[in-house]
Nanobody
Framework: QVQLVESGGGLVEVGGSLRLSCATSGFRHDRYAVAWFRQAPGKEREAVACISGGTRNLHYGDTVRGRFTMSRDYAKNPVLLSMNDLDSEDTAIYFC?????????????????????WGQGTQVTVSS
């Protein structure tokens, strides 16, 4: 059974940094694509970052590229999202997701629709 548990959210000031962690179990990392999505109040869920299974190709959403870094280590459990230079627009619930399709062409599949397994989310609030 696939399980995803996010942690590391909280309150941070504009310009600050946070690191989110997604503890995973129930699947092999080299066979699953993993992703971070976020949803702000009144907005649709959007892609933050996605990484393919075997090839570890990365794709970032346009609004976070250059500020956020996603990483995964097949030997270690957590999938990490390092967030720098945070802005109030980054305030949202952040979700970790995984799918048994590796999605080598990850840029085409980095959308909530393609991911079958989800964590409960962690709140990130950026105050000005």
């Amino acid at each position: 059974q696939v399980q995803l548990v996010e942690s590391g959210g909280g309150l941070v000031e504009v310009g600050g940094s946070l690191r989110l962690s997604c503890a995973t179990s129930g699947f092999r990392h080299d066979r699953y694509a993993v992703a971070w999505f976020r949803q702000a109040p009144g907005k649709e869920r959007e892609a933050v970052a996605c990484i393919s299974g075997g090839t570890r190709n990365l794709h970032y959403g346009d609004t976070v590229r250059g500020r956020f870094t996603m990483s995964r280590d097949y030997a270690k459990n957590p999938v990490l999202l390092s967030m720098n230079d945070l802005d109030s627009e980054d305030t949202a619930i952040y979700f970790c997701a995984a799918d048994p399709r590796a999605f080598d062409n990850i840029s085409s599949y980095c959308r909530p629709y393609y991911f079958a397994n989800w964590g409960q989310g962690t709140q990130v609030t950026v105050s000005s």
